[in-house]
């Protein structure tokens, strides 16, 4: 149990278009789900905080108006980059937690997303 | 605020050897602690926990004790496998601050790479 799924995988985009990547819980409902970012051989910055039904909390530095996070349900939630540029080419990862452990995240594989 | 350090890679191995990567942490409230394994190609997998002093937490032939005393989460196998080739993270969790608010927000280590060879 406690699948957490993302798509898509991979995806590649043009400067100034807009980048929608989904999260899911599939397996539990996700009373918190997180967005990191990370960059080659670094490790993970975690970007924002996000509770169903209610605004995401944006860690310092991370432009809530650049990444829109969107959690409508307890089982899905979205980032969106607007306007991409080649400075936002990373791998962005998800993870939730579930009521019950909410010390331990479990992770969705990733999306890398490339911009040209 | 709160930072995990951990022992720089890539670290190489045979097959069999005994590993350590280090592990140490600083925060502020009572965190809990974490070993999270990626291996290639895939997303993070959480390995072990600790959610206390002098706990330890163990999986898969892995251990790692929750020392407060010296702040350290070191990880520890006694025989890896070509198998365990990944990037180990080491992380922290201060679920709750000195006001009793929830967070669940990890900080994460620089991760370290380990090759086994056979």
């Known amino acids: 149990g406690a699948v957490v799924s993302q798509h898509p995988s991979r995806v590649i985009c043009k400067s100034g278009t807009s980048v929608k990547i989904e999260c899911r819980s599939l397996?539990?409902?996700?009373?918190?789900m997180f967005w990191y970012r990370q960059f080659p051989k670094q490790s993970l910055m975690l970007m924002a905080t996000?509770?169903?039904?209610?605004?995401?909390?944006?860690e310092q530095g991370v432009e809530k108006d650049k990444f829109l996070i969107n959690h409508a349900s307890l089982t899905l939630s979205t980032l969106t980059v607007t306007s991409a540029h080649p400075e936002d080419s990373s791998f962005y990862i998800c993870?939730?937690?579930?009521?019950?452990?909410?010390?331990?995240?479990?992770f969705g594989p990733g999306t890398r997303l490339t911009v040209l | 605020g709160n930072s995990v350090t951990q022992m720089e890679g890539p670290v190489t191995l045979s097959e069999e050897a005994f590993l350590t990567i280090n592990c140490t942490y600083t925060a502020t409230g009572y965190p809990s602690l974490f070993w999270y394994v990626q291996y290639p190609g895939e997303g993070l997998q959480l390995l072990l926990k600790a959610t206390k002093a002098d706990d330890k937490g163990s999986n898969k032939g892995f251990e790692a004790t929750y020392r407060k005393e010296t702040t350290s989460f070191h990880l520890e196998k006694g025989s890896v496998q070509v198998s365990d080739s990944a990037v180990y993270f080491c992380?922290?969790?201060?679920?709750?601050?000195?006001?009793?608010?929830?967070?669940?927000?990890?900080?994460f280590g620089q991760g370290t790479i380990l090759t086994v060879h056979p």
């Open positions: 397996d539990f409902q996700a009373t918190t």
């Open positions: 992380a922290l969790s201060d679920l709750w601050d000195a006001g009793g608010t929830s967070y669940g927000k990890l900080t």
């Open positions: 993870s939730a937690t579930r009521g019950g452990d909410t010390d331990t995240q479990y």
């Open positions: 996000s509770n169903e039904g209610s605004k995401a909390t944006y």
